[in-house]
């Protein structure tokens, strides 16, 4: 159809007939209505991933402006795809703006050709495009971003109003309409399967990722899940964008939209042109819409820049631009009294009151999916604007951010980290996929230590030194508490030192080699070890979908491990103790993290459908009392603990339940445990491990024993403490009242009957990461 068009067009002249046959090539760009049957954001309509797929194909078909593609598959097996879109003259020179943005990325020809005359960067400078990268739909629940994206493309693809020219000719536009394809269908069919019923518009009873739920938007440096790894690998590592415009929605009862600038804290090595440059975009958008008439936006709140699992671009050159647009139902409409509307305080702004960083009010009343992507659609079309009217302001900035990167350092300056000899394959990994080089030096000598030849080391003298330093360096996170002294909670966690996390040291060095130029190292990338011997194990998964559940089954997944399911119905009708058929004998059962009550309890009755309702209930703790009196293994992790504590009325206390936060807070942080290693569920492991501690709005139990003489058993073992000095316990992150914990246990286990139970204070497998403490968990179901 493109083809045929433009050889139409060839030979006419005449200005009306060019008009009369542009506006007949537009009337062929099909509307999102045309394919889907319905216009994105009508009410109660959602589409499937199949038909948001078929759209953006015939996007491709119908429009010169649009080339669509799949670059792999999801988790689940659906395609992950993207559009380009940009004026036909650009798409047809996609390879010369790629190689300009990578010579600007990485402007080490600058320090290593010689004198190179400043025409040749102002030559880039003017012929470069801003690069732009939309992605919608990373957490599916939030409906509208994945149905905004074919409102944009389409309007990008038809219209020919002056403001859309001048953003096709000046951008790039790299569209992802779902980061998380699978999660489409999943809210899709429980939406569909509960329209009409008490339970239209609820969350769906399972993750919205196969394995990690709303965790894949704290992926951005690990790189466990595909999605990430397809979005890092091809499109943000190929195209280097200036500007991500990362598509939200948040709770009902706040701002209609949030924009940035981020709250503080700010993570140290993010470049100050990256602040400056989300500070002024996002001010212009929230001035834009509120001078278009959009009410109840709030900038500088709620959401900070402190941790690379969110923000990937921000140590790779480009601007992350988070919109947070007020949810529905789903796709029922809601209404909002004026006098409901409210934050936690600590979130900077009041909703009810105009403030510096937010307003207009708005008052209340129905808010419906039209005007979810009403805001989403507008807000894009703003930055694009941004991007395209300053085409030359973004590409120098980004310039500038890759030539202070690259510069030489001096002595004094942080110059390189050595990577061990052995198990850093995590870490190299990582590095890899972030775009960063290791080198294999020739014999150096730093101070009175001598390196032999092949040392891998990170040199920070390259395009994204600063994303290695992020993850290697331990955090110190600002004490940052309000007028009456409560700590501000960080959005998410305050710690993210890989080297802790994988257990492995890496050590710096402030002064330049002396050496001839190392060669670079490439190796190739490794999976985590085949399964240890772990057999007749199961997980528990609650009627309620808990993200700590889903990492745990990546972990087993991921190193091949055999396991089944243990859910509130088979624990509580005993058939899971009975049915032989899928683990011939089930003898341990793993529960991931989550509260007692919910456990307990599950759905209240009427929240869900009544198979949904009822937890474990008291049925299911009399079965697994006679499990493990039998001789089964129960392993708790983290707050899952403390319902092994009150169900099994073991003699120990969680020594920070009922604290005031003011007294302790330790939120998401890494510290340090010493280990029992004559137990075997410590095998392997060194003298001193680490824990990841809390996270977001959860503490971890730390123990104490009791010695209630009434209590079910005395038989037990401490396997793991945090240090007796108080100083010692944080590693890296926040700890407020550390001396609460200091000499308490973070690993216990209880022999009860001929059985076990294991309580870990702690997270072992925590999102995919802490390989460090994967062997606790492993010798745990292993015994």
């Not at 062929?28 to 394919?35: G, T």
């Not at 009508?42 to 797929?53: E, F, G, S, T, Y």
């Not at 890092?232 to 200036?242: A, E, F, G, L």
Request: hydrophobic letters at 35%; glycine letters at 8%.
């Amino acid at each position: 159809m493109k083809t045929s068009f433009f050889l139409t067009l060839r030979p006419l002249r005449l200005c009306g007939i060019f008009l009369i046959l542009t506006t007949a090539i537009i009337a062929q760009v099909p509307a999102p209505k045309d394919v889907i049957g319905f216009t994105p954001g009508d009410d109660r309509k959602l589409a499937n991933w199949a038909q948001i797929v078929d759209y953006f194909k015939k996007l491709d078909a119908a429009s010169d402006r649009v080339q669509f593609q799949e670059i792999g598959k999801t988790t689940m097996g659906a395609p992950f795809v993207y559009a380009t879109i940009s004026s036909p003259e650009n798409l047809k020179n996609l390879e010369k703006y790629k190689d300009i943005n990578q010579k600007l990325a990485d402007p080490r020809w600058e320090f290593t050709s010689g004198s190179i005359p400043r025409s040749r960067v102002q030559r880039y400078l003017r012929d470069g495009k801003t690069i732009v990268l939309i992605t919608c739909g990373i957490h599916s629940t939030e409906v509208g971003s994945t149905l905004s994206s074919m409102l944009i493309a389409h309007k990008l693809a038809s219209s020919n109003e002056p403001e859309i020219q001048n953003v096709l000719k000046n951008t790039i536009i790299l569209l992802v309409p779902s980061l998380n394809p699978d999660g489409v269908d999943i809210v899709k069919n429980w939406y569909d399967k509960t329209l009409g019923t008490p339970y239209e518009g609820t969350e769906p009873p399972e993750l919205y990722h196969k394995y990690v739920g709303h965790d894949n938007n704290r992926d951005w440096y690990a790189f466990t899940q595909v999605e990430t790894q397809l979005t890092v690998d091809k499109i943000h590592n190929v195209w280097h964008p200036q500007i991500v415009h990362d598509i939200h929605q948040q709770g009902q009862n706040g701002s209609r939209l949030f924009l940035p600038p981020y709250m503080q804290p700010v993570e140290p090595n993010v470049p100050k042109q990256i602040v400056e440059g989300f500070t002024e975009l996002g001010n212009a958008m929230a001035a834009d819409l509120r001078g278009k008439g959009f009410q109840g936006i709030t900038t500088n709140s709620t959401y900070d820049a402190w941790t690379p699992a969110r923000a990937y671009s921000h140590y790779h050159g480009g601007v992350r631009i988070l919109s947070e647009t007020a949810s529905a139902r789903l796709a029922t409409p809601v209404t909002k009294k004026f006098d409901d509307l409210r934050v936690p305080a600590d979130d900077g702004y009041d909703p009810k009151k105009e403030s510096a960083n937010f307003g207009p009010l708005w008052l209340g009343g129905d808010w419906k999916l039209r005007n979810i992507t009403d805001y989403m659609t507008t807000a894009a079309f703003s930055l694009l604007d941004h991007a395209a009217d300053n085409r030359e302001k973004w590409l120098s900035r980004f310039y500038d951010i890759g030539r202070n990167a690259v510069r030489p350092r001096k002595d004094g300056e942080l110059f390189a980290y050595v990577l061990p000899d052995s198990g850093a394959w995590p870490l190299e990994n990582i590095l890899r996929r972030g775009g960063v080089e290791i080198k294999q030096t020739l014999a150096f000598k730093n101070g009175n230590k001598s390196y032999p030849i092949n040392t891998k080391i990170v040199r920070l003298d390259q395009p994204y030194g600063d994303f290695a330093k992020s993850l290697f360096e331990l955090q110190t996170y600002p004490n940052l508490v309000d007028e009456k002294g409560n700590p501000i909670p960080p959005y998410d966690v305050t710690a993210h030192t890989l080297p802790l996390l994988f257990g492995v040291t890496v050590e710096p060095i402030y002064k330049p080699f002396a050496e001839r130029p190392p060669r670079q190292y490439v190796g190739n990338l490794q999976s985590l070890p085949d399964c240890p011997i772990v057999t007749n194990t199961a997980i528990y998964r609650s009627s309620m979908p808990v993200m700590d559940e889903g990492w745990t089954r990546w972990i087993l997944d991921a190193t091949k491990c055999r396991y089944g399911q243990a859910t509130d119905r088979n624990i509580r009708d005993g058939s899971l103790f009975t049915d032989k058929s899928e683990l011939r004998a089930t003898k341990r059962i793993i529960f991931p993290d989550q509260s007692a009550a919910q456990m307990l309890n599950g759905y209240a009755k009427g929240a869900m459908p009544d198979e949904l309702t009822g937890g474990v209930g008291k049925d299911g703790v009399e079965n697994l009392k006679k499990f493990v009196e039998g001789g089964g293994t129960l392993v708790f992790l983290n707050r899952a603990s403390n319902f092994a504590i009150e169900q099994f009325k073991l003699p120990i206390r969680d020594v920070t339940a009922g604290l005031n936060r003011k007294d302790f807070y330790i939120p998401g942080s890494i510290l340090r445990t010493e280990l029992d290693l004559t137990h075997p569920i410590a095998n392997g492991m060194p003298k001193e491990s680490i824990a990841w501690f809390g996270g977001p709005g959860e503490n971890s139990p730390v123990f104490e024993i009791q010695t209630d003489p009434l209590a079910l058993t005395k038989n037990f073992r401490i396997i793991a403490k945090y240090p007796s000095d108080p100083s010692k316990v944080l590693l890296s992150g926040w700890a407020l009242g550390a001396e609460r914990i200091a000499g308490k246990a973070a690993l216990v286990e209880f022999t009860i009957g001929k059985g076990k139970i294991v309580l870990f204070g702690f997270r072992p497998q925590y999102r995919g990461q802490s390989l460090a403490t994967f062997p606790l968990l492993f010798n745990a179901i292993s015994q």
